[in-house]
């Protein structure tokens, strides 16, 4: 049976509980979640 794959990616800066929610539901529909942080340039960060 072929696996069930999702990428999630985003800056995540600062990471909230809406973005822990959003892997934790899709957890329960694929097998396999990618999460690709990415630094954005152009916006104001508070952790890197």
């Known amino acids: 049976m072929k696996k069930k794959s999702a990428i ?7 990471p909230t509980i809406g973005h822990v929610d959003i ?3 899709a957890s329960s529909i ?6 690709g ?3 954005n340039l152009k ?3 508070s952790f890197y």
């Not at 999630?8 to 600062?14: A, E, K, M, N, V």
């Not at 694929?30 to 999460?35: G, S």
């Open 30 to 35: 694929f097998d396999q979640i990618i999460v």
């Open 23 to 25: 892997i934790v539901r």
């Open 37 to 39: 942080i990415a630094n």
């Open 8 to 14: 999630y990616s985003g800056s995540f800066d600062p």
């Open 43 to 45: 916006k104001n960060t």
